[in-house]
């Protein structure tokens, strides 16, 4: 009989041997924070990505280190495609791209080449993804409350504490976050949290449970609630229904 590719018994040990050399892969908000600020344009995302790239800890999938370079190129470019679409990029550029840049990858002969591609690649993402959204322009106190709303969806927040961040009257930040954004914060907070939601759905190994906790809710219950409310679907029933295999590294 055939031996399985992955058995619990492999898990256990690459996870002892991570233990053993202090070597482990990307947390998942570290992996999502460089697509989330690619798909909102947000230049950062370059420097981010190449951190990352540099940083030894994205999975080991071939002793070849050329073919491993490749294939976690493939994986990231699968991913950044995948955020740009969600971003709002027309699905066949997007498609396009990536289909231009995987034959480009196929043609590198060293490791080094892979890797400054790899720039290329978050680069015209990201821009393009900014280029998209540069007739959206808010106000500075808006764009920070957005930026502390996305960085600290594991905490409670509320209008009094951005009103706080921005030196602004609640009742003001209010008026004027709806009028640019077009929603109220809290729904803009809910929305967020839950976009953060679907992507660990998607994405993660976390339980419910986790995401519940990892997103500031009450409890897996009002997680649950709050998820159908918006969503139609219990979260174990989105994750049943999207969840992505077969596109990360480790």
């Not at 540099?54 to 490749?70: E, F, Q």
Request: hydrophobic share 35%; net charge negative.
């Amino acid at each position: 009989m055939t031996e399985p590719v992955v058995s619990e018994a492999k898990l256990r040990y690459l996870d002892f041997l991570s233990r053993e050399d202090r070597v482990r892969h990307h947390r998942y908000v570290e992996e999502m924070k460089q697509y989330e600020l690619m798909k909102n344009g947000d230049l950062s995302a370059i420097g981010e990505s190449a951190r990352l790239w540099t940083s030894g800890l994205y999975g080991h999938v071939c002793d070849d280190p050329l073919r491993n370079a490749k294939y976690l190129f493939v994986t990231s470019i699968t991913l950044a495609t995948r955020f740009a679409i969600e971003g709002g990029m027309d699905e066949e550029d997007a498609y396009n791209a990536s289909d231009l840049y995987i034959q480009d990858v196929d043609r590198c002969t060293t490791t080094d080449e892979v890797r400054r591609l790899h720039a290329d690649m978050m680069t015209f993402f990201t821009w393009a993804m900014a280029d998209m959204q540069r007739g959206e322009v808010h106000s500075t106190a808006v764009v920070e409350c957005m930026d502390y709303i996305r960085y600290h969806l594991h905490e409670r927040i509320t209008v009094p504490m951005l009103a706080n961040h921005v030196h602004l009257n609640p009742t003001y930040l209010s008026e004027l976050f709806a009028r640019e954004i077009g929603t109220t914060i809290s729904r803009y907070i809910a929305d967020q949290r839950m976009e953060a939601a679907r992507n660990m759905l998607r994405y993660s190994q976390y339980s419910v449970g986790e995401i519940a906790q990892i997103l500031a809710y009450r409890s897996p219950s009002h997680f649950g609630k709050v998820f159908k409310d918006h969503m139609g679907v219990t979260p174990r029933e989105y994750r049943n229904a999207n969840a992505q295999t077969g596109i990360w590294p480790e």
